[in-house]
């Protein structure tokens, strides 16, 4: 019975484990976090982003001292200016959550910090669309009925969970 119930627990760890969506929370800068990078290193952000793989619900966290993080359009990044940012904040720690898929730019608010390489920009990658089915043969009456994995697994969970109540 122990045995029949610990099977259980860990097919539906599986399930869920493979079927459950995960976001990821990167912090900005690693452990420089978001300020004014040196001279030699004024394209640190980008470098930064390049070696990240970003997702449609993941969250960006900024953090730093008596500075700002604007989301700003492709012009207004190439300008290094924006008076109408998509977003703005100046409280030393921002979270940000990237809801679609595409470009995003990120310049500081403070005058001067962007012209020295605090900017970056991040692409965030279309979410993985399921498989699509090959194209049905005709229909035969004689084949068999075929049941998809994840739905065989959720009738074993119902099944299952008929045992023990």
């Known amino acids: 019975m122990a045995s029949l119930l610990s099977s259980a627990f860990f097919l539906l760890f599986l399930f869920f484990h493979f079927f459950s969506a995960t976001c990821t929370e990167f912090l ?3 452990e420089h976090g978001w300020a004014v990078p040196q001279h030699k290193h004024a394209d640190r ?5 390049s070696h990240n793989r970003f997702n449609v ?4 966290h900024f953090k730093f001292e008596k500075d700002s993080v604007m989301e700003v359009t492709e012009e ?10 998509l977003l703005y904040n100046n409280n030393g720690d ?4 990237v809801e ?6 990120f310049i500081s608010g403070v005058s001067g910090h962007c012209e020295k390489g605090q900017r970056m920009i991040i692409k965030v990658l279309e979410p993985l669309s399921p498989p699509q089915p090959p194209t049905a043969p005709p229909q ?5 009925l075929s049941v998809s994995s994840p739905m065989l697994a959720l009738f074993f969970m119902f099944f299952v969970s008929f045992l023990f109540i």
């Open 28 to 30: 900005v800068g690693d």
């Open 45 to 49: 952000y980008n470098k930064w982003a």
């Open 57 to 60: 619900d993941d969250t960006l």
């Open 76 to 85: 207004e990044y190439k300008q290094c200016l924006s008076s109408k940012p």
């Open 94 to 97: 921002a979270v940000v959550r």
């Open 100 to 105: 679609r898929a595409g470009l995003f730019y």
């Open 140 to 144: 035969n009456n004689n084949t068999p």
